[in-house]
């Protein structure tokens, strides 16, 4: 058989065979020097037109990959694409390709926190939708593409990289990339810009700058796929910490602050959500409204759906028709996103409902009483609140909207609050804040380390239900910032240590 470690396709089986009929019937013994063949062929069973099954001696996956790189001494073939099975592979062949064999199997993904959530899946489940449908075999191989390219340009585990652009699925297989190599991932939001991104990549000082798509798409607009250009910053530094997700407030309260979290966090805040009763479960379909770049969608949204099965939909934008079209054609049963925008869609003129909606989960504000009540007359469900901070991730919810408007909910399982002088504080282990910042005057630290996170919130406990009502703020809240639209590359060109280059490893011109 082939004597190339690489999965044989048609057209290096019928060499095989040819060469076994040519040597009387024996198997052809390997070249010198190359390694044997680790794949057997099974007898056809299928019928003619449909892809052989081919069957991988146990414990050799590992012996396999490693000779992946290997080029195969046989013509080229046609483009293979495997779905993996606890025995075979399936090979289905795609005419007038190429091939460029991926494999999509356990063995790709390294050992990482987040292996469980892009290898528990089979191959064939859907993993989220927008202008078309992901697999988790797309995103498992999307993600060994982009990491063996992040690779080629230097980035490793300790390795500090910026991330921003335009909201696409390619921004999301860069994330778990990165993770997957274990660097430290600081994700900022597509409207940041000017002065207030060079603010940003002064005091965190990564090493390498990502970017998706160009100047020309909108940055409102999410886009299955779109370019990446990768830039290695000067005087970029390595983590300091153990922070794999860095998130920037949204400078209602001042600047904008640098917010670690850590694998432990993190991985406690998605088992919290497991916790919480009228979360999305397994088989769900939520149309997640926000910007993926903040902590709730992020978090509870993308990273919660895939670690309990639920598929994810992404709109084209957040507009109003956009919202309803995503809804309706997707069938969604679940709608989570912001206070403002559920205000659009209670307020909207055109008389639609969303059939099939059964959950709606408001996060950001308060949620206006007139807001509830229009919007569970149109589409027949009460919305339900998420209140928490980028520093602390969930602090309390209510999923199911059974509070009411008045009340964000019970304090999330292993969550732990005090109130002192009506303000809301959060027992943390440590300070969130990233370098300079994380002494910072918004967290008590204690001899230990830990200490309580300030929220800034007036809040009571409803001495009825025990749910958790905000009454108000210690100090103002700032009105928005309009974005600055200062064009990147004059921002970045004293940064760069050298020239940009695009996912294909050309020079950025």
């Keep these: 058989m082939c004597d190339r470690a690489l999965p044989p396709d048609r057209a290096c089986l019928r060499g095989a065979r040819r060469l076994r ?31 052989p099954a081919l069957s991988v001696p146990p ?50 993904i390294p050992d990482w926190w987040g292996t469980p959530l892009l290898a528990r899946p089979p191959s064939t489940a859907p993993w989220a939708r927008s202008g078309r449908t992901v697999t988790y075999g797309q995103l498992r191989r999307q993600v060994t593409e982009l990491r063996r390219l992040f690779q080629s340009h230097g980035i490793r585990a ?24 274990g660097a430290q991932v600081h994700l900022m939001s597509s409207e940041t810009g000017g002065p207030e991104l060079a603010a940003l990549l002064d005091r965190t000082r990564p090493q390498f700058y990502i970017a998706f798509g160009s100047s020309g798409l909108g940055g409102r607009h999410f886009h299955d796929e779109c370019e990446i250009f990768v830039r290695r910053l000067r005087d970029g ?15 209602s309260t001042g600047a904008a602050k640098a917010v670690g979290r850590s694998v432990r966090s993190l991985l406690t805040e998605l088992d919290t959500f497991v916790r919480i009763g009228g979360m999305p479960r397994h088989g769900d379909r939520v149309l997640i409204v926000g910007p993926l770049t903040h902590s709730f969608p992020l978090i509870g949204g993308l990273l919660h759906n895939m ?12 507009s ?73 991730g969930i602090i309390a919810a209510d999923p199911t909207g059974w509070f009411g408007p008045d009340t964000a909910g019970m304090i999330a399982p292993g969550v732990h609050v005090r109130l002192l002088s009506g303000e809301l504080q959060v027992r943390l282990d440590r300070s969130p804040y990233v ?6 005057p918004g967290f008590l630290r204690g001899e230990d380390g830990a200490g309580w996170l300030r929220t800034g919130d007036l ?5 009825d239900n025990g749910g958790l009502r905000i009454t108000g703020r210690t100090d103002p809240l700032l009105p928005p910032r309009p974005p600055t639209r200062e064009p990147d590359h004059v921002l970045l060109a004293p940064r760069t240590a050298g020239r940009a280059l695009t996912r294909a490893g050309k020079p950025v011109t």
């Design 435 to 440: 370098g300079v910042q994380s002494a910072a």
């Design 21 to 51: 009929r040519r040597n009387g019937g024996q198997a052809v013994p390997p070249r010198p020097g190359g390694p044997r063949c680790l794949l057997r062929r099974r007898p056809r069973t299928e019928p003619r037109g449909t892809s």
């Design 158 to 181: 300790g390795a500090t990289v910026a991330l921003r652009g335009v909201p696409s699925f390619s921004q999301l297989w860069a994330v778990f990339s990165l993770w997957s190599l």
């Design 307 to 318: 670690n309990v099965g639920a598929e994810t939909v992404l709109p084209r934008s957040s």
């Design 237 to 251: 530094l390595p983590a300091a910490d153990d922070h794999a997700l860095v998130q920037f407030t949204s400078a």
């Design 320 to 392: 109003v028709p956009s919202l309803l079209r995503s809804a309706i054609r997707s069938d969604a049963d679940t709608l989570l996103g912001s206070s403002e925008q559920f205000a659009q869609l209670a307020r909207c003129a055109r008389p639609l409902a969303i059939r099939g909606l059964r959950r709606a989960i408001a996060g950001g504000a308060r949620l206006n009483a007139f807001v509830h009540t229009a919007f569970e007359e149109r589409h027949g469900v009460r919305i339900g609140q998420a209140y928490g901070t980028t520093e602390t």
């Design 59 to 108: 414990g050799r996956l590992s012996a396999l990959h490693e000779a992946d790189s290997r080029p195969c001494r046989h013509p080229p073939c046609l483009r293979a694409t495997f779905r993996r099975s606890p025995v075979f592979w399936w090979v289905d062949h795609r005419p007038g390709e190429t091939r460029s064999v991926v494999y999509d199997t356990f063995d790709d």
């Design 459 to 463: 809040v009571a406990f409803d001495p």
